[in-house]
């Protein structure tokens, strides 16, 4: 008998094959931070080595980071990252937020190709000059 995959399951192992991590995967699928907002106190946006482009979207408080969107057009590895970017900023000061390093996305991901690691930098990069920008308005 022959079990066919959802296409969430098929692109699941797919992923997995590839290298990475479950949190990753999660991440990529659910997309969860994935979008903007009108009222956005900063946005930001760059473009990759590899062409992609990222932009960010902040909530800021009170020099705290309550919530953050991105949109992408771009790789697996770069959505997960700025998703993982997104859970490790919110909540955190506007200073707090800019020690968040590639190491860190890394560890929440838990493992993604070694070709992708480009990708955690773009999104963390992104986040990082969207909050230098709202530090030097503000
Ligand atoms: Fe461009 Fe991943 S290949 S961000």
Same mark, same amino acid.
């Given at each position: 008998? !022959?079990?066919?995959? $959802?296409?969430? #399951? =098929?692109?699941?192992?797919?992923?997995?094959? %590839? +290298?990475?991590? *479950?949190? /990753?995967?999660?991440?990529?699928?659910?997309?969860?931070?994935?979008?903007?907002?009108?009222?956005?106190?900063?946005?930001?946006?760059?473009?990759?080595?590899?062409?992609?482009?990222?932009?960010?979207?902040?909530? !800021?408080?009170?020099? $705290?980071?309550? #919530? =953050?969107?991105?949109?992408?057009?771009?790789? %697996? +590895?770069?959505? *997960?990252? /700025?998703?993982?970017?997104?859970?490790?900023?919110?909540?955190?000061?506007?200073?707090?937020?800019?020690?968040?390093?590639?190491?860190?996305?890394?560890?929440?991901?838990?493992?993604?190709?070694?070709?992708?690691?480009?990708?955690?930098?773009?999104?963390?990069?992104?986040?990082?000059?969207?909050?230098?920008?709202?530090?030097?308005?503000?």
């Amino acid at each position: 008998m !022959v079990t066919e995959l $959802t296409t969430f #399951d =098929a692109e699941r192992k797919m992923l997995l094959d %590839a +290298g990475y991590g *479950a949190p /990753a995967i999660n991440y990529y699928l659910e997309k969860k931070y994935m979008g903007c907002f009108e009222d956005a106190d900063q946005v930001f946006k760059k473009i990759g080595s590899c062409g992609d482009i990222m932009k960010v979207y902040l909530k !800021v408080d009170n020099n $705290t980071i309550n #919530d =953050a969107r991105y949109e992408i057009t771009g790789c %697996a +590895g770069a959505i *997960a990252a /700025a998703m993982a970017a997104v859970d490790l900023v919110k909540g955190k000061t506007v200073d707090e937020a800019l020690k968040i390093n590639d190491g860190d996305v890394f560890k929440v991901l838990k493992n993604i190709p070694e070709k992708k690691h480009h990708c955690i930098q773009l999104a963390v990069k992104t986040m990082h000059e969207g909050i230098l920008e709202y530090k030097n308005l503000h």
